[in-house]
C-alpha cells in the first residue's frame, strides 16, 4: 500500500519561501508524476504543479513564478519550495500521486493526510 | 472561487440517495471524459472514488456511481450510510496548459 507524508514548518513568515517534502513508502516515486495540491479556508482545491521521477515538471500557471518542485528518488521522496509568500498562500497542502500511465490526464489515486502551514509574522 | 461549481452542502438520510452535480465548461467537463470524484474526511487523507467519470477504482462500493451530461458531471451515492458523512470534491482534466481544476467541495451530512 503507497503512503504519502508531507512534512516541513508549520508556520512560515511573509515573504520567505515555504518548504515541504513528501516521502512516499509502500511504493517507488518511478514511474508516476507526483503532484501538490493546496486547500485554503475556503474550502477549494487548488493545483501547484506536479514533477515526474526524472525531474520534469508542469506548474499551475497562476503560480509557476514562485514555485519549484523537485525529486530525490534515492529517498522515495519529492519537494516544493514556494517563494514570497503572502496570508493568502496560508493552507493545507497535500502530496499526492498521478496514478495514470496510459494517458497524462489527472487522476490523483494516493494522497498524503495533509499540513497545515500558516503564513504569519 | 473554484473552477468547478458545485452544492456546497446536501444531505439524505440513511438508505436514501443523494446526487452531487458538479458545474464546469466546454473547455474541462464539457469537452473531455476525464472526471474524478474524492471523499475527504477531516483529517485524513483524500480517497479516490470515481474516475474517467464513471469508473470505480478496486474497493470502492458500487453505491457510488458517476455520469456527465454536457459541461456537469455528477456523483450519486445510493443506499447512503453514516459512513458517507464526508466532503466530496469534483477534478476534470482541463487541457495541457491549465492541466487540472477542482470543485469548491460539497458537505455531504448523513441526517
Known amino acids: 500500500q503507497v503512503q504519502l507524508q508531507e512534512s516541513g514548518p508549520g508556520l512560515v513568515k511573509p515573504s520567505e519561501t515555504l518548504p515541504l517534502t513528501c516521502t512516499v513508502s509502500?511504493?517507488?516515486?518511478?514511474?508516476?508524476?507526483w503532484t501538490w495540491i493546496r486547500q485554503s479556508a475556503g474550502g477549494g482545491l487548488e493545483w501547484i504543479g506536479r514533477?515526474?521521477?526524472?525531474?520534469?515538471?508542469n506548474y499551475n500557471p497562476s503560480l509557476k513564478s514562485r514555485v519549484t518542485m523537485s525529486v530525490d528518488s534515492s529517498k522515495n521522496q519529492f519537494s516544493l519550495r514556494l517563494t514570497s509568500v503572502t496570508a493568502a498562500d496560508t493552507a493545507v497542502y497535500f502530496c499526492?500521486?498521478?496514478?495514470?500511465?496510459?494517458?497524462?490526464?489527472?487522476?490523483?489515486?494516493?494522497w498524503g493526510q495533509g499540513t497545515l502551514v500558516t503564513v504569519s509574522s | 472561487q473554484s473552477a468547478l461549481t458545485q452544492p456546497r452542502s446536501v444531505s439524505g438520510s440513511p438508505g436514501q440517495s443523494v446526487t452531487i452535480s458538479c458545474t464546469g465548461t466546454?473547455?474541462?467537463?464539457?469537452?473531455?471524459?476525464?472526471v474524478s470524484w474524492y471523499q475527504h474526511r477531516p483529517g485524513k487523507a483524500p480517497k479516490l472514488m470515481i474516475y474517467?467519470?464513471?469508473k470505480r477504482p478496486s474497493g470502492v462500493p458500487d453505491r457510488f456511481s458517476g455520469s456527465k451530461s454536457g459541461n456537469t458531471a455528477s456523483l450519486t451515492i445510493s443506499g447512503l450510510q453514516a459512513e458517507d458523512e464526508a466532503d466530496y470534491y469534483c477534478?476534470?482534466?482541463?487541457?495541457?496548459?491549465?492541466?487540472?481544476?477542482f470543485g469548491g467541495g460539497t458537505k455531504l451530512t448523513v441526517l
Open positions: 499526492a500521486r498521478i496514478g495514470r500511465l496510459d494517458y497524462d490526464v489527472p487522476l490523483f489515486d494516493y
Open positions: 509502500g511504493g517507488s516515486i518511478s514511474p508516476y508524476y
Open positions: 466546454s473547455g474541462d467537463v464539457g469537452s473531455y471524459n476525464y
Open positions: 477534478c476534470s482534466y482541463a487541457g495541457t496548459y491549465t492541466f487540472v481544476v
Open positions: 514533477i515526474y521521477a526524472s525531474g520534469n515538471t
Open positions: 474517467d467519470v464513471i
